[in-house]
């Protein structure tokens, strides 16, 4: 299984980005979803997470209803539409799998990508 994360850059304040996960992975549709977030100095954050079949989604309170979590299947792909973006967004954003639902919770998570850097100027 490899997961690869792409889509990070430099944006300002206010800014939008989409990020993409390219999965490695058989029966992609039967994992759960989810992107982190790794600050300089702290630890890993949930960010959102999405099921399978994208009956469910979830987001940290710090970006509901700027970011969504979206996934493509038949692409074997998820992405993270990040918008309104401000200085505290700034971090390396990892995406993870999990068999099932993860959730919240990053040991939920057996496979994660190498992370994309995401820097939001002020």
């Known amino acids: 299984v490899q997961l690869q994360a792409f889509g990070g850059g430099l944006v300002q304040t206010g800014g939008s980005l989409r990020l993409s996960c390219a999965a490695s992975?058989?029966?992609?549709?039967?994992?759960?979803m989810g992107w982190f977030r790794q600050s300089p100095g702290k630890e890993r954050e949930f960010v959102a997470a999405?099921?399978?079949?994208?009956?469910?989604?979830d987001y940290a309170d710090s970006v509901k209803g700027r970011f969504t979590i979206s996934r493509d299947n038949a692409k074997n792909a998820v992405y993270l539409q990040m918008n309104i973006l401000n200085p505290e967004d700034t971090a390396v954003y990892y995406c993870?799998?999990?068999w099932g639902y993860g959730g919240r919770v990053p040991t939920e998570y057996a496979y994660w990508g190498q992370g994309t850097l995401v820097t939001v100027s002020s």
């Open positions: 992975i058989r029966a992609f549709i039967n994992y759960g």
């Open positions: 993870a799998a999990s």
């Open positions: 999405i099921s399978g079949s994208e009956s469910r989604r």
